[in-house]
């Protein structure tokens, strides 16, 4: 059911302001609890739309601090199209230092507009929807990289945040099981935090906390990296001979001897290899992209096939497309349950001619 979008070019006449609706945390929540298959599946379709040439996505914009380097507000745009096309813009900031003070590192919003009138419609929290789609793909990713190995059974969380909290999350709710679950955190109390909340979801398998990162990537055949790096991290290839599946969701964790010696994933590979990433370091290394293998809908299409023998990194720029799919899903949703929050007047000029 549309609700908000049409496949059609609207003519003048058609043409009418939308109403403008506000969207909070609690019900972006309610709308993606519990629904984890049906947000891969929206996830792999953005990508399927992206690969055909049905997206616009320009680089993300940073804004930067000279007072405060460790943090960056960052603008990503997008358009996407397919049988319900939006636009939109997320904005996202990310403030390392709020974690001392027990909040969140990062915040966001994300407005959708009309594709006919490019008028926006909706204003949306986006922290939840920025963690899920990071979450989906991350999922998504982990299936497809495994389809040709067996299927890890031991995986370990390099940095237990909020986004390694919704990649666990998605992982139960789209019917992973692991033997074992380590974790590993420069932050004894983000640990401890994670592993509590690992065990109230209800999960039979043993945690541990490791002393090392060396400990947790040697002891997991699925390494989900998901800190606040700004540089590489982890150097020695040595610790990767066992060939695991290494989600690189926070993308400036691997140094680039690590890339060279893996099997490389990445969602779109102009948005990948800029910004500092690890990836891009490697080019910047190697003066080529030949280190790239391929995209994730490559792999998803079998149009790529991921070797055993090799470790195999997934490292996601993260394109605004899926915040616009997430975004989209949650829109309807709330639409459908009759709970749009719209705010009566906030377009004042209506009419062209008053």
């Given at each position: 059911?549309?609700?908000?979008?049409?496949?059609?070019?609207?003519?003048?006449?058609?043409?009418?302001?939308p109403s403008f609706?506000?969207?909070?945390?609690?019900?972006?929540?309610?709308?993606?609890?519990?629904?984890?298959?049906?947000?891969?599946?929206?996830?792999?379709?953005?990508?399927?739309?992206?690969?055909?040439?049905?997206?616009?996505?320009?680089?993300?914009?940073?804004?930067?601090?000279?007072?405060?380097?460790?943090?960056?507000?960052?603008?990503?745009?997008?358009?996407?199209?397919?049988?319900?096309?939006?636009?939109?813009?997320?904005?996202?900031?990310?403030?390392?230092?709020?974690?001392?003070?027990?909040?969140?590192?990062?915040?966001?919003?994300?407005?959708?507009?009309?594709?006919?009138?490019?008028?926006?419609?909706?204003?949306?929290?986006?922290?939840?929807?920025?963690?899920?789609?990071?979450?989906?793909?991350?999922?998504?990713?982990?299936?497809?990289?495994?389809?040709?190995?067996?299927?890890?059974?031991?995986?370990?969380?390099?940095?237990?945040?909020?986004?390694?909290?919704?990649?666990?999350?998605?992982?139960?709710?789209?019917?992973?099981?692991?033997?074992?679950?380590?974790?590993?955190?420069?932050?004894a109390p983000s640990?401890?935090?994670?592993?509590?909340?690992?065990?109230?979801?209800?999960?039979?398998?043993?945690?541990?906390?490791?002393?090392?990162?060396?400990?947790?990537?040697?002891?997991?055949?699925?390494?989900?990296?998901?800190?606040?790096a700004g540089e590489?991290?982890?150097?020695?290839?040595?610790?990767?001979?066992?060939?695991?599946?290494?989600?690189?969701?926070?993308?400036?964790?691997?140094?680039?001897?690590?890339?060279?010696?893996?099997?490389?994933?990445?969602?779109?590979?102009?948005?990948?290899?800029?910004?500092?990433?690890?990836?891009?370091?490697?080019?910047?290394?190697?003066?080529?992209?030949?280190?790239?293998?391929?995209?994730?809908?490559?792999?998803?299409?079998?149009?790529?096939?991921?070797?055993?023998?090799?470790?195999?990194?997934?490292?996601?720029?993260?394109?605004?497309?899926?915040?616009?799919?997430?975004?989209?899903?949650?829109?309807?949703?709330?639409?459908?349950?009759?709970?749009?929050?719209?705010?009566?007047?906030?377009?004042?000029?209506?009419?062209?001619?008053?």
């Amino acid at each position: 059911m549309n609700v908000y979008r049409s496949t059609s070019v609207p003519t003048t006449e058609d043409a009418t302001v939308p109403s403008f609706a506000v969207i909070p945390g609690g019900q972006v929540r309610d709308a993606l609890d519990g629904r984890e298959k049906e947000i891969v599946e929206v996830v792999e379709a953005a990508y399927r739309l992206h690969a055909d040439g049905r997206t616009v996505n320009p680089p993300s914009s940073f804004l930067r601090f000279p007072d405060r380097t460790a943090s960056r507000m960052i603008a990503l745009p997008a358009s996407l199209g397919g049988e319900t096309p939006v636009d939109g813009l997320k904005w996202i900031s990310s403030f390392p230092a709020n974690v001392r003070s027990g909040i969140p590192r990062a915040s966001a919003v994300l407005i959708l507009n009309d594709p006919r009138t490019g008028y926006p419609f909706a204003c949306l929290e986006s922290s939840i929807i920025s963690a899920t789609r990071t979450a989906a793909s991350a999922v998504s990713a982990a299936r497809g990289l495994s389809r040709d190995r067996p299927r890890p059974t031991r995986v370990g969380f390099f940095g237990t945040g909020l986004i390694a909290r919704y990649i666990h999350t998605f992982l139960e709710g789209t019917g992973w099981s692991f033997d074992a679950i380590g974790l590993y955190d420069v932050s004894a109390p983000s640990a401890a935090g994670f592993r509590l909340y690992v065990e109230q979801s209800g999960g039979a398998a043993p945690i541990t906390v490791h002393r090392s990162p060396e400990e947790l990537i040697r002891t997991s055949d699925l390494v989900v990296f998901a800190t606040v790096a700004g540089e590489p991290h982890v150097a020695d290839p040595a610790w990767f001979d066992h060939s695991p599946v290494v989600l690189h969701v926070s993308l400036r964790d691997l140094a680039p001897q690590i890339l060279l010696a893996s099997t490389n994933i990445v969602d779109d590979v102009e948005h990948c290899l800029r910004a500092g990433t690890s990836p891009h370091l490697t080019e910047q290394l190697t003066g080529s992209r030949d280190f790239v293998h391929g995209t994730l809908d490559d792999v998803t299409a079998g149009r790529v096939t991921v070797p055993r023998n090799r470790p195999a990194i997934f490292s996601p720029f993260g394109l605004g497309v899926l915040d616009l799919a997430v975004g989209g899903f949650v829109y309807e949703w709330v639409a459908r349950a009759g709970e749009l929050r719209t705010v009566d007047g906030f377009f004042h000029e209506r009419s062209r001619y008053g």
